[in-house]
Nanobody, 127 residues
Framework: QVQLVESGGGLVQAGGSLRLSCTASGRTFSSDGMGWFRQAPGAEREFVAAIDWSGAIRYYRDSVKGRFTISRDNAKNTVYLQMNSLQPDDTAVYYC????????????????????WGQGTQVTVSS
């Protein structure tokens, strides 16, 4: 069993920054790929970023490239999402998730590649 707890969400003005954290417990974290997704009201959940177990491979959705950075600290069982130059379109509930062992990083942009999810943290960007 894996437990994921996100934190760091909040209200920020356009152009501001937030750093989300996701701490994992329940099993070895350092061998797992991790991802961040988000869901805006009335919209489907969408991929934001993913990172492999070592941090060497990272993927981003096009709209956040150059603004968001995913990283991890395996000693702290934590994955981060640094979000800069935030825009109102970034407003959503952000979820972290554990990539199912055996799924390739090539499939890390799809939610079906993840088996454990956090409860989500709200990010609201005002204009």
């Amino acid at each position: 069993q894996v437990q994921l707890v996100e934190s760091g969400g909040g209200l920020v003005q356009a152009g501001g920054s937030l750093r989300l954290s996701c701490t994992a417990s329940g099993r070895t974290f350092s061998s797992d790929g991790m991802g961040w997704f988000r869901q805006a009201p009335g919209a489907e959940r969408e991929f934001v970023a993913a990172i492999d177990w070592s941090g060497a491979i990272r993927y981003y959705r096009d709209s956040v490239k150059g603004r968001f950075t995913i990283s991890r600290d395996n000693a702290k069982n934590t994955v981060y999402l640094q979000m800069n130059s935030l825009q109102p379109d970034d407003t959503a509930v952000y979820y972290c998730a554990r990539k199912t062992p055996g799924r390739t990083m090539g499939a890390a942009t799809t939610s079906i590649s993840y088996d454990y999810w956090g409860q989500g943290t709200q990010v609201t960007v005002s204009s």
